[in-house]
């Protein structure tokens, strides 16, 4: 597979400017990981790469939270031929509702399309806790926390970037009155 990066500059996935994240916080570089979906040639095999790093793992069930992570889970749980769920946000972090069951002792995969703060992963992490699940690892497409993140599991990435992420009363670029972007979804 030609360079991850240079694949993520063709399809438009790096931009570079003045970004508010999802987290609050701002950043010169985003990741706009629908451009990487809208081009299955391009993620299908970043996806086989994620899934790869699994297999053999004794994992009974793939989760990912909404929305990004629900498309990443889903691909993810299809090439490892495992059960596919997804935690939604509710009050105080996140749940498996819809009728989404976790069995006590079953093996978790969390997957997410991008990490940041983290804090997806981790609500994730402790819905599977209080259904008495295990949480077995993580695996994230493009990893762009700013020092490496530890969730107590083992963490795998495809792509990983440190990014300087700033609060907004520190952010550099606001300072030098650069306009802030809400991008994507948010």
């Known amino acids: 597979m030609k360079d991850i990066e240079k694949i993520f500059k063709e399809v438009g996935v790096i931009k570079e400017g003045h970004f508010l994240l999802h987290s609050?916080?701002?950043s010169g570089i985003y990741f706009e990981k629908f451009r990487l979906i809208e081009y299955p040639e391009c993620a299908v095999p970043l996806f086989e790469l994620l899934a790869n790093q699994f297999k053999g793992e004794p994992i009974d069930i793939v989760a990912g939270?909404?929305?990004?992570g629900s498309i990443i889970a889903f691909e993810i749980?299809?090439?490892?031929?495992?059960r596919c769920i997804i935690a939604e946000k509710v009050e105080g972090g996140r749940d498996f509702l819809r009728g989404f069951k976790l069995n006590?002792?079953?093996n978790i995969l969390v997957v997410d399309d991008v990490l940041t703060t983290g804090s997806s992963v981790r609500d994730v992490i402790s819905a599977i806790k209080r259904h008495k699940a295990n949480p077995y690892a993580v695996g994230v497409i493009i990893d762009r926390a700013t020092e490496p993140i530890d969730f107590g599991i083992p963490l795998y990435s495809v792509y990983r970037k440190r990014v300087k992420n700033y609060s907004p009363e520190h952010c550099p670029l606001c300072?030098?009155?650069i306009p802030l972007t809400k991008p994507g979804g948010i």
């Open 104 to 106: 006590a002792g079953e």
């Open 175 to 177: 300072k030098i009155g």
């Open 65 to 68: 939270p909404t929305t990004g």
């Open 77 to 82: 749980a299809k090439i490892l031929r495992k």
């Open 24 to 26: 609050g916080l701002h």
